[in-house]
C-alpha cells in the first residue's frame, strides 16, 4: 500500500512544523529568484517541496522492494517495503502457518528490519483487510491523488500562517509590506541614498511617493531585480526615522515625518480621551442602544461584518473643533485600512468632486482633514454626515445633507466665567442636523477655557454632568435632558463615550430616567 501523509489533513494541522530543512529550502528560492516572497507564496512552494520529498522517499523506498499486503505472499530472503510503517525496509526471515479461525488459511512472516528488530505480519491473507483495498485506492499515479497545487490550495492559508510565525523568529529574515526576503541578500543602502529620498520627498512637500518615485536618483545596481531594489529601499527607509509609511493595505507610498500634519503627529487636545472607569451592567437594552447608535470611537463597540453605504454620523464638538471623524465601528469599514500608523488616503468632496488629503491616524482613532472643510460650508455641530468607498481605491466620498440656509432655534454654547453655561438662539443653518445632537459654540476660542479647566483641576465626569445637565433643563419646557443631548454638550468640555455618561446617570440620584432615554433632576429624595 503506497501511503502519502501530505494526502492527509491531520498530517498539515497537527504533524506540520517548519523545519531547518524547510528554511533553508525557502532562502535558496529567494537567492535564485531575487523576489521577495510573501508567506502564501513560500508556504506554497514548501508544499510542492514536502510532496517532492515525500515522492522522492516513496520512489527510493519502493526500488528497494516489494510493497507489503497481507493478500500477498512472500519468500524468505525477500525485501519488503512498509508503506504504513513510514516506508520502513525489512527482510523476510521466517515464515509459519497462521492460527485464527477467523480468517481461514494463512501465512505468518517474520521481517527483520535494519534496526535487527523483527515483527511479524500476515501473508496470503484471503480475508478482507483494509491494506488489501485502500492499495488500489491509493496507489501511485491513483486519479484520486491531490496534486501540490490543489494541497496548496487546501492547506496554503494554514501552512502560511505557521510559517510567518517561524520566519518573525529568524533573524536572518525580515519582512515589508506582506513580503518576506533575507537580510544578507538585501541591496545595501547606505546613508546618501536615504538623503537623496529625503530631498526628493521635501520637493514634494512631504509626499506621498511610492518608492519607485525614489529609486530613480539613487544609481542602484541595475543587474539586480526591481523588486529586490525596492523591497531594499522600502526596508532601509523603514529603519530610518526620518521617513513614515502611510500607504493603505496592498500600497506602499512614503511621507516625510517631519512635513506630517501636526493633528497627525500627535492627537489633538479636544480628541484625548482618559478611560473612565464604569460598570457597563448598569445600563439597560435602551441605553445600549443609545450607544450603539451614537457609535463614538471609544465606545467598547464590535465592528459589524457589513455596513450599507453611505454611512451617515453626526458631528460632535471634539471632531469639529479638531477637523477630524472618528474612526468608530461603522466607519472603520469606509476608510481604507493598513498595518502603518498613519494611512494617507483622499477624501471627496460629495458636491464639487474636490480632493481634499486626508489621514486615517489609528492609534487616536480619528480621520484628520476636514478643517477647511468644515469652515467652507460653516458645518455645524450636530450636523449629519455622508460617507462611502470612492471609487477609485484610497478615496472616500464625504457629503453633508444640505438644504437652503435659514434662521433656527438651536442650542448654543457660552463659555462664561470659565464655565459653560446654554441657551437657544437663532442661527443660520445650511444643512440638516439632528435636534438632540446640535450645540453651536458661541466663541470656540472661549470655549476652550472650559475645556482647559476640566483638564486642569480633573473635573470628574458627575461633577461636570452636575453642572450641564441643570443647564440643559432649563432649555425645555419639562425640565427633560436627552441623554444624546447631554452626551454632546458634555463633550464641548471632556471627551468621553456615552457609555460612563449613561452609567453615571443610573448610579447617581439625582436623576432619574422618564423613558425613550430622557432624564430629569428629581425635586427631592425619592420624588421626581
Sequence with gaps: MIQRKTQSPTYWSEEFTVTPDDIQHISTRLVEDELPRSAEELAQALILHRCRQEEALIERAMSRGTAYQPKHSYEIGTQVVFP????????????????????GAFQVIQVKFEDRKRCEFASELTADHPLNYEAQAGSVGDADIRTPDELAALYGPLVAEMLEQHLE????FVRLAGKWFRRDLLVEIHVGHLNLAEAVLDVAEGGPLPTEALLGDLELPEEITPQLRIFSLNYALQEDDRFAE???????????????????QSVPLHLQYQPIEYNPALLTSEMLALEQELDDEWSDLDSPSEVPEPVTVVLTYPHWKSGTLPLSSRLTRVFPAGRTRHIRFTLV??????????????????????????????VPVGAYLKLSRGEKP????????????????????????????????????????????????????????????????RLSLDGLIGEILPELAKLSPQGTVHAATLYSAINTIMRTPPGPLLAELVANNTYAPVGDNYWVLRVDSGTI
Excluded at 169 to 172: F, G
Aim: hydrophobic content about 35%; charged content about 30%; overall charge negative.
Design 349 to 378: 468632496d460629495g458636491e464639487t468632486g474636490t480632493e481634499i488629503p486626508g489621514w486615517v491616524v489609528r492609534e487616536g482613532r480619528y480621520i484628520h482633514g476636514l478643517g477647511e472643510w468644515y469652515a467652507t460650508y460653516d
Design 84 to 103: 504504513a510503517l513510514s516506508y520502513r525496509v525489512g527482510e523476510v526471515v521466517d515464515i509459519r502457518p497462521g492460527h485464527n479461525p477467523e480468517y
Design 246 to 264: 502611510v500607504g493603505p493595505a496592498g500600497e506602499v507610498l512614503w511621507f516625510l515625518r517631519r512635513l506630517e500634519p501636526e493633528g497627525v
Design 394 to 457: 484610497g478615496t472616500v466620498m464625504l457629503q453633508r445633507l444640505s438644504r437652503r440656509p435659514r434662521r433656527e432655534w438651536v442650542r448654543v454654547a457660552l463659555a462664561a466665567d470659565r464655565q459653560v453655561t446654554f441657551e437657544m438662539r437663532k442661527k443660520l443653518i445650511s444643512c440638516k442636523y439632528d435636534e438632540l445632537m446640535i450645540v453651536v459654540p458661541d466663541d470656540s476660542e472661549a470655549m476652550d477655557t472650559g475645556w482647559i479647566r476640566a483638564s486642569k483641576q
Design 169 to 172: 523568529s529568524e533573524p536572518d
